[in-house]
């Protein structure tokens, strides 16, 4: 069975400079396999599960009651937080899927 990795996530002062804290600072712990992120397909599945639960904590993480606003706070909380992520995982895979990810990402 292959070692799990864990990654500690810390987030803060995402978003632009006027309303970082509007974002809010979490934390979570998230495990991987070197195997889950050694082929382009794994680290695509790794990342998309990161996505899902970075989205989670930024949505209930943001202090906001402005449905437009709220979205594009927790856009760019995901995308800053998926870029954090991403950079500690520090996997040429995962690397190529989240400039993907990026590049199609609407």
Known sequence: ?????ALALATAGLGLAATANAAGDFA???HYSQEDVATPEG??????E?????E?????????????FARQ???RCVEDSLDNAVSQIDVPHLDAAFEDWKENRV
């Open 1 to 5: 069975m292959p070692a799990l990795k």
């Open 28 to 30: 979570f712990d998230y």
């Open 43 to 48: 680290a695509k599945i790794v990342l998309s």
């Open 50 to 54: 990161l996505e899902t639960q970075i």
């Open 56 to 68: 989670d904590e930024c949505r209930f993480s943001r202090i906001t009651d402005r449905l437009a």
């Open 73 to 75: 706070m927790t856009q």
